[in-house]
């Protein structure tokens, strides 16, 4: 079975805004350099950018000279393992450029700005060829605008890289880099989101691996198509958790009247579920227990944190919660 409500288009990011600020002043104050990414397979796409200097020691994009189409083909099936390697380049220029912070937000429609790096580089991207790594300044600066702590689940870590990415990979193309998407239809990408982290981090459940119950309920993990099949695998578990309006709280399904209280916490699985049947799967990372609303993962078009108001929507849109419970 199908999710009964899809996102069915791509989400293509728009032009992104970068800030560099210097530790001194270069020798000019108009340049070209470029964001450079490299795929699995060492294959390498590079966003050309302008920048001008906007006042003391801040320089700012004002242009891309050959246009974002780079940056928009990483959202189409197959390309989506290009976010994972990024540099900042030169590719010839003759002013170094001594930089102290650096600022690159991700621009999507209908999504606030995404800081995939806002982080002090201290770093001097030298004249002439020269690049160095975005990785790690990345991984921080993702880390710290989602509030995932260094102690956080891996789980809960590993989708936080991902934040700010858009796209899927083809089948097969995960065994180089552990993406989780692979899917080739966007209608399933929602279910994919979540199972694939699941199933990378093998992640448990009362004891066994999710992929375990997953099996149980009739289908693969790997392979989960529709957020129906994630419901199933955590019912088979007894882990499946609804939140119950009367009493403000989250009962375990296999006894609602006696309820088995739980909250949810971050890595935990997060379900809606419209009045045709399932819907939408997501990621937990917070639940605020006096507003009643959590904080998840969304994805794939872009990650990005999003808030839900769980009491407020079952209330007033007709609409239902459930929590998946896993084993952190």
């Not at 989602?146 to 870590?157: E, F, H, Y």
């Not at 309920?217 to 392979?223: E, K, S, T, V, Y």
């Not at 007894?238 to 009962?251: A, I, P």
């Not at 605020?288 to 078009?301: H, I, Q, S």
Request: aromatic share 14%; net charge positive.
């Amino acid at each position: 079975m199908g999710d009964k409500k899809k996102i069915s288009h791509v989400s293509y990011p728009k032009e992104p805004h970068l800030v560099l600020t210097m530790s001194r002043q270069p020798e000019h104050n108009n340049f070209t350099r470029y964001l450079s990414f490299k795929n699995h397979f060492g294959v390498w796409k590079r966003l050309a950018i302008a920048f001008e200097k906007k006042r003391d020691l801040i320089w700012e994009s004002s242009g891309f000279p050959k246009g974002i189409g780079v940056l928009r083909s990483f959202a189409d099936t197959g390309n989506r393992n290009y976010w994972d390697s990024m540099f900042l380049e030169n590719r010839g220029g003759r002013t170094a450029l001594p930089i102290k912070h650096l600022l690159i937000e991700m621009v999507y429609e209908n999504h606030g700005r995404i800081p995939i790096v806002d982080a002090d580089i201290n770093k001097t991207l030298r004249s002439g060829r020269h690049y160095f790594s975005l990785n790690n300044y990345a991984r921080i600066s993702r880390y710290k605008w989602a509030g995932v702590k260094k102690a956080a689940p891996w789980l809960v870590r590993r989708v936080a890289r991902d934040l700010g990415k858009s796209g899927s990979d083809g089948e097969g193309q995960d065994r180089y880099g552990k993406n989780p998407k692979y899917n080739a239809r966007v209608s399933h990408l929602c279910s994919e989101f979540a199972s694939w982290y699941y199933y990378e981090c093998k992640t448990k459940v009362a004891g066994h691996s999710l992929e375990y119950w997953s099996e149980k309920a009739g289908h693969l993990l790997r392979d989960v198509v529709a957020t129906q099949q994630m419901h199933d695998a955590f019912r088979k578990a007894k882990r499946l958790y609804y939140y119950k309006n009367t009493d403000r709280t989250w009962c375990n399904v296999e006894d609602l009247a006696k309820c088995n209280r739980y909250t949810p916490k971050a890595g935990d699985y997060l379900e809606r579920r419209g009045p045709a049947g399932a819907e939408h799967s997501m990621i937990m990372l917070r639940w605020d227990n006096t507003k009643k609303e959590a904080t998840v993962f969304n994805g794939p078009w872009p990650v990005t944190p999003r808030r839900v108001q769980v009491e407020y929507e079952e209330k007033k849109l007709d609409r239902n919660y459930f929590v998946g419970r896993v084993d952190f």
